[in-house]
């Protein structure tokens, strides 16, 4: 254990010189007897925590990596506890999305036993024209992209209130707006009516959504402008948390 902590200072120290340092200054910030100092950089360099370059180490891969997990952990933290308190104060279960590598992905849901997120009975991948969160993600899409992915996810009816064919799909989302929301009733799942708030970060495309119990449909446009709203009061802290 004391190693561990010797070691853990050494990097600490490392990671404050942008340009490098050398044994000797490390030794002494660190409080550490020169051979000790030493033996633990050769080590930590050999194990790629650090490099070395004309005397002086720097961070190496391994602690990068180390870096960069924690920080998209902390990204994830964000979105987590921004959906949680949405979830509590608009009463719905709330859902985050990204269109990422061609693909739909859910990355987060937050909901309650009171209130339960839709069921994923039909690959949301393959759905995603059923969907309000797919429908959002692809309004956001150029249109060779839009229509590559319809292309390898053709329109089919999963409900009786689904889009019926790609033609239509396409007219709903031009009509729709590239940063317009997306609500839908009951095309993904009877009893459901859900709604999409895009979220473009650069290049990646994104969305928060929500959805309620068919019976509470009233619900769904006033919890949707109440879940704009709170959005754009985060939108600083989520621009940063995009690519969880």
Known sequence: MG?????????????????GAPAKQLARET???LPTAYHLLRTLSHEGYLRRDKGLFFLGEAAERLSGSAARQKRRSTIVEALAHWRDSIGAPVYYAM???????????SDTPGNPAVQEWADFRETAHAHAIGQCLLSQLGEDARRDHLDRYPVRAITPYTVR???ALLRRLERTGRMAPVVERQEYALGAVCAAIPITVGSTAATIALSLPAQQADRLLPA???LQDEIGRLLGSLAISISI
């Open 224 to 226: 949707t402008r109440q």
């Open 3 to 19: 190693s561990v902590q010797r070691a853990m200072r050494l990097l600490e120290s490392v990671a404050e010189h942008e340009h």
């Open 99 to 109: 269109y990422r590598g061609g693909e739909i992905e859910i990355s987060c849901v």
């Open 31 to 33: 409080g550490l007897a």
């Open 165 to 167: 064919d790609e033609d």
